[in-house]
T-cell receptor, first 115, second 115 residues
Framework: EAQVTQNPRYLITVTGKKLTVTCSQN?????MSWYRQDPGLGLRQIYY???????DKGDVPEGYKVSRKEKRNFPLILESPSPNQTSLYFC??????????????FGPGTRLTVL | KQEVTQIPAALSVPEGENLVLNCSFT??????LQWFRQDPGKGLTSLLL?????REQTSGRLNASLDKSSGRSTLYIAASQPGDSATYLC??????????????FGKGTKLSVKP
């Protein structure tokens, strides 16, 4: 089954404790990205990757890191989480990126709470 | 800068009613437009993708239209059912080139279909 998976689905942590949210897709997509969704603000892009070893900042990259060592995986790293990073996070992938975005497939989301 | 607006923010209708959800965007130079559905606490499911050269797309009881010149898209849901209750989001690719590009989302319309 074609899908984007994220782990963990739920996470409660404390300020400053490094964490990683994994994202994996099995559709051989070149393009992957991370979004956060907050009430009243909607979905905002954090980082994206056009292909392996190619990553770039989205609208709200501060406090986050990503890596793309393999085509299928695109982990999101919070080196020192803060309460303002409490949010619902989504990973997405598509076969094209940039202006020529094709249909995007989203993961189920990771609800993160930083105390 | 591309902006996407969805009105109304919430809509409640009785079961069986036909309804229209609206999406407007400020820059008509889009490559495509995508409609998504999001159930509470869940990820986004792609419903329809309309390419810029198309006027509409249909999937079952859903019909999406696109009018680039006026910067508008509508999602028509025929014979609504309680299972259609969800938040519906529209999204378009960013309006500037280079390697950066991704989806700009509206804030969604929360639909409630009452039995």
């Amino acid at each position: 089954e074609a899908q984007v998976t994220q782990n963990p689905r739920y996470l409660i942590t404390v300020t400053g404790k490094k964490l990683t949210v994994t994202c994996s897709q099995n559709m051989n997509h070149e393009y992957m990205s991370w979004y956060r969704q907050d009430p009243g603000l909607g979905l905002r892009q954090i980082y994206y990757s056009m292909n392996v070893e190619v990553t770039d900042k989205g609208d709200v990259p501060e406090g986050y890191k990503v890596s793309r060592k393999e085509k299928r995986n695109f982990p999101l790293i919070l080196e020192s989480p803060s309460p303002n990073q409490t949010s619902l996070y989504f990973c997405a992938s598509s076969s094209e990126g940039g202006f020529l975005v094709n249909e995007q497939f989203f993961g189920p989301g990771t609800r993160l709470t930083v105390l | 800068k591309q902006e996407v607006t969805q009105i109304p923010a919430a809509l409640s209708v009785p079961e069986g009613e036909n309804l229209v959800l609206n999406c407007s965007f400020t820059d008509s130079a889009i490559y495509n437009l995508q409609w998504f559905r999001q159930d509470p606490g869940k990820g986004l499911t792609s419903l329809l993708l309309i390419q810029s050269s198309q006027r509409e797309q249909t999937s079952g009881r859903l019909n999406a239209s696109l009018d680039k010149s006026s910067g508008r898209s509508t999602l028509y849901i025929a014979a609504s059912q309680p299972g259609d209750s969800a938040t519906y989001l529209c999204a378009v690719p960013r309006d500037y080139g280079g390697s950066q590009g991704n989806l700009i989302f509206g804030k969604g319309t929360k639909l409630s279909v009452k039995p």
